[in-house]
């Protein structure tokens, strides 16, 4: 990176005091749009202002790298999103869009964040590049997108998804109490989009649910998936089965005997909360634990 580019800030702990002086002295603060900030994990260019922001529970495609020589590939991250459109405040002293990718890619490998797609900066294209970083306990994707076309002052979109899942509190004792009184126990497992590979961080639900079925060894169980109504029937159907039967293949792998359980895919045909919503999206994409 040339000696010349500005330092992309970053905001954890006593950092966030720092900057905030900082945005005061050079009066940056003052020009935001209403309601907005930086986001907690990465602070803006020095001297520029927020003219756009957007916070919700959202999903976002962000682009991924591929293996060497193959297409970038699309991965739907889902959590909640913060959207902001920087302007910088002055056309002679604003950097580069190469500047800005490279500094943002500093602070986030800075705390052990890593890139996983970058589009260098080309004529009537700003370039674009994607991150990923932990970050207050949980997953963080960063995508920045300089923009070139405005003029004599141009901007930036940073883009921040906090991956997150169905809140998830397994015992096997609370399991065991489920499935005895009202006949099923359900799973929130953080699946990637369209895949149905046990991620790291559902092992040790797994575990809990190995210990209770090892603790009542004549039960019998049929593992369910189910999904939203988002995307074809016939492939939520399919994704849905093809859950069911990592979670079955993973128990078995933890010792509980294969002929004690079965699986199934239901995909969307068993809501039990609204889809309109995306908390009840959120709901309905499950796994379900029904005593036989």
């Known amino acids: 990176m040339a000696a010349n580019c500005k330092q992309a800030w970053l905001r954890p702990g006593l950092r966030a005091a720092a900057m905030a002086v900082m945005l005061a002295g050079i009066g940056v603060a003052q020009e935001d749009v209403a309601g907005s900030a930086d986001h907690p994990m990465l602070s803006r260019y020095p001297n520029s202002r927020i003219t756009e922001y957007e916070k919700n529970y959202n999903a976002v495609e962000m682009t991924v790298a591929g293996a060497a020589g193959a297409r970038p590939k699309k991965e739907t991250i889902e959590g909640q999103v913060t959207r902001i459109r920087y302007f910088h405040n002055n056309p002679d002293s604003q950097p580069s869009a190469l500047q ?3 500094n943002y890619q500093n602070a986030v490998k800075s705390i052990g964040g890593k890139v996983v797609y970058e589009r260098l900066p080309r004529p009537n294209d700003g370039g674009e590049t994607v991150m990923t970083a932990r970050f207050g306990g949980k997953e963080v994707w960063v995508r920045i997108r300089p923009e070139i076309f405005s003029a004599p002052a141009q901007s930036y979109v940073v883009t921040v998804v906090e991956r997150e899942g169905m809140e998830q509190a397994v015992t096997a004792a609370r399991l065991l109490e489920d499935l005895n009184r009202q006949g099923f126990a359900t799973l929130y497992l ?6 149905w590979e046990i991620r790291q961080q559902d092992q040790a639900t797994l575990d809990e649910v190995a210990g209770a079925l090892k603790q009542s060894p004549s039960m019998r ?3 369910e998936g189910h ?7 016939e492939a939520n159907k399919a994704l849905s089965e093809k ?8 128990l078995v792998a933890r010792g509980v005997p294969a002929g004690r359980m079965t699986a199934a895919g239901f995909g969307q045909e068993k809501p039990i909360a609204d889809n309109r919503t995306e908390e009840g999206r959120a709901k ?9």
């Open 227 to 233: 999904t939203d109504n988002v995307g074809q029937p």
């Open 100 to 102: 800005v990718l490279r």
């Open 284 to 292: 309905n994409r499950r796994v379900e634990l029904v005593k036989q």
């Open 243 to 250: 859950r069911a039967r990592s979670v079955m293949e993973a």
């Open 221 to 223: 169980i049929r593992i």
């Open 190 to 195: 953080n699946f990637d989009t369209n895949r």
